[in-house]
């Protein structure tokens, strides 16, 4: 980086190199965009004798900066200085955690047949037809306006990244939410908004971002889409690996209700976001180029190679299914015993529960093996309009139907979590503001109507109720007395629910022996401890944590130690495979993991 400034044009500017070997994406220039906007003065980007707004999305990334590029960034005006130290120390954390995701090491094979090579997005074997991609395209009528329907794909945007426990995916849709806003913000039509898509994505023709243009189509497809024009992808009934140019990100869900075996991208990158929700979905893919080959025919993807096989013999189908069968029975042997207990060699049962959001990831949990609810994120099941009283009541009927043992979080809007219904002040710091148990000194009524509606539904079933982010004694003391005042305002019994917190907080560690006298249970929920006991923010784009640091274990073991009742952990931590020995061995008898690690976690317990 060198550093000069101007006397008389009063600018200073910055030279940035790009590190990463991804290039300066889109993921790092939506974070770098966010933070400049933050200052008053005029910033721009200038590269190749071409100047930019680099407070513009859109403009910064159609400078297509790659690995090696050099380019100036010149802060003009009021806060010039500050924003440049601010912008060059960004820049050089987002180059620095910009981990390029290496190639996988493919292993040896050798087929009859003829094979194609290609890169592996994600391992695992595919014998079934190729089938190549097709679309069918709906008009519906629809009354929104341009704009109107920007709004709706932007709130639907910020839903899927809350609804991401996973960083990596949920920083893909708020870059795309960025992009949105960026391109709205230059056209007033969708006509505008579409040439403007057109213009940009030539610019990114031929680079190294190219696989970024996916997200630009998403975003028009969503928009589109609250206009009455939608797009859907078109499959087959049985098995088949979908050959594709390139999948935008938002089609990986539509392909998960499909038979898809295995995907082939012709014009992909690793580091694209599809590329990102292939792994994450578990799909066995590859990027190869195998646009000419014939549709029906039965090929052999082997993803641990990297190879297609297009004309297998009988000991090429042979092989690739003894590879199958053997990867299906370390999955099966996890799958079968799903609704066995979990049982350490020593023989110690720990419970495995489960994470839901509904009443359909309640059932998919109990279908995975899934013991009952350790956590039930009441914030995630009314994401649109205040739901009435009764509509909750029918709601948390269906979900505790589903399991005898259930764990009800009252909840825990705030920090990275806001509902439209639900006014919250604006805050300079609002991870450490109004959010959880502290919306009860702002929104009683909420509260006191959700809490009597979990009442209602449990009716005499015994469950648990926690609040979260509790801090002090009084505030758990407070948020009981409420409950109870309501119970009595609404004459419903409770003598059948417990009452608990989610440890989260922690001043939680050092007020357990008064926290003892007057809880009935602790979940810890490791992803909030981490971010308070870090001081870093759990969604920060560019400060991390790490996930097994002893901090987080020794402020466990000591929760544990300084218990006199049940604790359970209900964080990620809780469905990582290499954190569960130690949490077994600290003491910990229950986890709650997401419905999609169940049978993993447990077969990860019974090697302890
Ligand atoms: C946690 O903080 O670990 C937790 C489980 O709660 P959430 O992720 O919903 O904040
Ligand atoms: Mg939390």
């Known amino acids: 980086m060198g550093l000069f400034s101007s006397f008389f044009s009063k600018s200073l500017s910055a030279d940035l190199t790009v590190t990463s070997g991804n290039g ?4 790092p220039v939506a974070q770098f965009v966010s933070a400049a906007k933050k200052y008053p003065c005029r910033i721009s980007a200038s590269f190749n004798g071409k100047e930019v707004n680099a407070k513009g999305l859109n403009s910064l990334l159609g400078l297509s900066l790659e690995q090696g ?121 969708l006509e505008a908004f579409k040439e403007k898509i057109e213009t940009f994505t030539a610019l990114l023709l031929g680079t190294k971002l190219e696989s970024k243009i996916t997200d630009y189509k998403d975003i028009l497809q969503r928009v589109e889409k609250h206009l009455g024009i939608e797009t859907k ?6 098995a088949f690996i979908l050959v594709a140019d390139d999948l935008l990100p938002s089609q990986i869900e539509q392909l998960l209700d499909s038979a898809v075996s295995a995907v082939i991208l012709g014009k992909t990158s690793l580091n694209s976001h599809t590329a990102i929700l292939l792994r994450a979905e578990g799909i066995p893919s590859l990027i190869a180029d195998s646009s000419s080959l014939t549709e029906n025919t039965p090929v052999i993807l082997d993803g641990y190679a990297g190879l297609i096989v297009t004309n297998p013999r009988d000991k090429d189908f042979q092989k690739a299914k003894q590879r199958l069968e053997a990867d299906r029975k370390i999955l099966d042997k996890a799958r079968e015993k799903r609704f066995e207990p979990a049982l350490t060699k020593e023989g110690k049962v720990i419970k495995v529960l489960a994470n839901v959001t509904d009443v359909i990831s309640a059932k998919q949990a109990k279908e995975e093996g899934a013991e009952g ?64 148990i502290r919306l009860l000194d702002t929104h009683p009524e909420i509260i006191e109507e959700q809490l009597h509606a979990i009442f209602t539904a449990a009716d005499t079933k015994a469950i648990r109720v926690m609040f979260p982010m509790v801090s002090t004694v009084e505030e758990f003391t407070k948020a009981k007395q409420f409950a109870e005042k309501t119970a009595a305002k609404y004459k ?29 249970f602790y979940s810890i929920g490791t992803n909030d401890l981490t971010q308070y006991l870090f001081a870093v923010e759990r969604t920060h784009p560019t400060l991390k944590t790490n996930d097994l640091s002893p901090v987080v274990f020794n402020a466990i073991q000591e929760l544990v130690e300084r218990s006199d009742k049940p604790v359970s952990i209900c964080g990620e931590l809780a469905g990582n495979t290499k954190a569960i020995p130690t949490l077994l061995q600290i003491g910990i008898k229950t986890l709650s993991v997401s419905a999609k690690t169940i049978a993993q976690t447990k077969e990860t317990i019974r090697n302890v």
């Open 24 to 27: 300066f994406h889109l993921r």
């Open 233 to 238: 992808m078109v499959f087959p009934e049985s």
């Open 373 to 436: 609810i350790g956590l039930l994120r009441t914030e995630f099941l009314f994401k649109e309009e205040k739901p009435t009283f009764e509509m909750q009541v029918t709601s948390y009927k269906k979900i505790f139907d589903v399991f005898d043992d259930i764990t009800v979080r009252t909840l825990d809007v705030g920090g990275d979590k806001a509902l439209p219904y639900i006014d919250l002040p604006k805050e300079e710091n609002p991870f450490l503001g109004i959010r959880g």
């Open 492 to 520: 419903v019994d409770i003598s059948n629910i417990l009452f608990g917190i989610m440890i989260e907080v922690p001043s939680v560690l050092f007020l357990m022996d008064k926290f003892n006298e007057v809880v009935d």
């Open 69 to 189: 590029d050099t380019f100036t960034i010149t802060c003009k005006g009021k806060k010039a200085e500050q924003a440049l130290q601010a912008l060059t120390e960004t820049f050089t954390s987002l180059m620095h955690k910009d981990t390029e995701v290496s190639m996988i090491e493919k292993e040896s094979a050798s087929y009859e047949g003829f094979v194609i090579t290609g890169e592996i997005i994600y391992e695992g074997i595919a014998i079934a037809p190729l089938y190549h991609y097709k679309e069918e395209h709906f008009h519906r009528k629809t009354k929104l306006s341009f704009k109107e329907a920007c709004k709706k794909s932007s709130e639907e945007l910020d839903s899927l990244y809350e609804s991401q426990r996973v960083k990596e995916n949920a920083s893909i849709y708020l870059a795309q939410k960025e992009l949105l806003i960026s391109l709205k913000e230059e056209s007033d039509s």
